[in-house]
């Protein structure tokens, strides 16, 4: 562990990371220019640890918490790890190649000042890396898409999200308005509740759907959506949105990604022992 400290910050951005070092320590720089008062915790379970290298490159700095973990561990795992070392008020947690827009910072400072528990802000946009065909040598990507957003704030009851969710077996998950932590803004307070609840802060496959999920279950939680994005879903080529968008995200469940470091784990037996992005969405309901 490196460059540790005992501040307490408004907001902890998590970026679990595995072998996308560059994406990663990307992410890192963009979010230091934001404020001070973020701490970045990164878990990191790569092959190797360029990444501590990379990010001490950067330059001594209290707001980055580094995790390195050896041995391999699932995904879920590497989220949960990520969400035990925060320190800040509220939590939101990304993937490493994805960004974070200045507008995190204002929307946390209202959100303490409203009583506001969770926001759920608007995902219409996404960045492609740049990367180099391999068949044809060609450079693609490296597109920036920014949808139409209003602004409006609407308080919202995650439950009805919920329940939409599981009346269409899990699918479209990222429609339906629920408080969550990935690409979504919680109280810290909430997280530790699903924590106290559940015994962790993510668990089944998909840690997306089972923090949301855990989340909106909470009772009297205080649920807003904004039509407004405060981060950037991003697609480096060893995503899993790039493998889906190049029909790789399918195969044996004993080939998932998921699974790795966790060969016991217990899968649903109503469903297909199919690896895809439907199957993994749907497990953990």
């Known amino acids: 562990m490196m ?9 902890t951005i998590a970026i679990p990371t595995k072998n996308r070092q560059i994406y990663a320590c990307d992410a890192v720089r963009q979010i230091l220019a934001i404020s001070p008062d973020i701490q970045i915790v990164i878990t990191d379970n790569s092959d190797d640890r360029s990444l501590e290298k990379m990010l001490k490159q950067i330059g001594p700095n209290e707001q980055i918490k580094y995790y390195y973990i050896e041995e391999t561990i699932p995904g879920v795992r590497n989220y949960d790890l990520a969400a035990s070392l925060a320190e800040g008020e509220y939590f939101c947690s990304i993937g490493d190649d994805d960004g974070v827009l200045p507008a995190i910072y204002d ?3 209202w959100m303490k000042k409203c009583g506001v528990d969770a926001v ?4 219409n946009s996404n960045y492609v890396w740049p990367y180099v065909d391999p068949e044809t040598g060609r450079k693609k990507g490296g597109r920036l898409y920014i949808g139409e957003f209003s602004g409006r704030v609407e308080k919202v009851d995650p439950t009805i999200g919920l329940i939409s969710l599981l009346e269409g077996g899990g699918q479209n998950f990222p429609i339906y308005h629920m408080a969550g932590s990935y690409h979504c803004v919680v109280s810290m307070r909430c997280m530790d509740k699903v924590k106290e609840k559940t015994g962790c ?10 923090s949301a999920s855990c989340l909106s279950l909470l009772p ?4 807003y959506t904004m039509d407004y994005p405060l981060t950037i879903p991003g697609a480096c080529p060893m995503s899993s949105t790039a493998q889906s968008a190049r029909g790789e995200h399918v195969g044996k469940l004993e080939t998932a990604p998921h699974l790795k470091g966790n060969k016991t784990y217990d899968w649903d037996a109503e469903l297909p022992r199919n ?7 749907a497990e953990p309901l």
């Open 201 to 210: 802060y993510y668990g089944g496959l998909s840690p997306d759907i089972y």
């Open 220 to 223: 009297d939680l205080c649920f």
């Open 3 to 11: 460059m540790d400290s005992q501040k307490n910050y408004l907001l």
């Open 275 to 281: 690896y895809s992005r439907q199957s993994v969405w």
């Open 107 to 109: 929307c946390v400072r």
């Open 120 to 123: 759920m802000p608007s995902r």
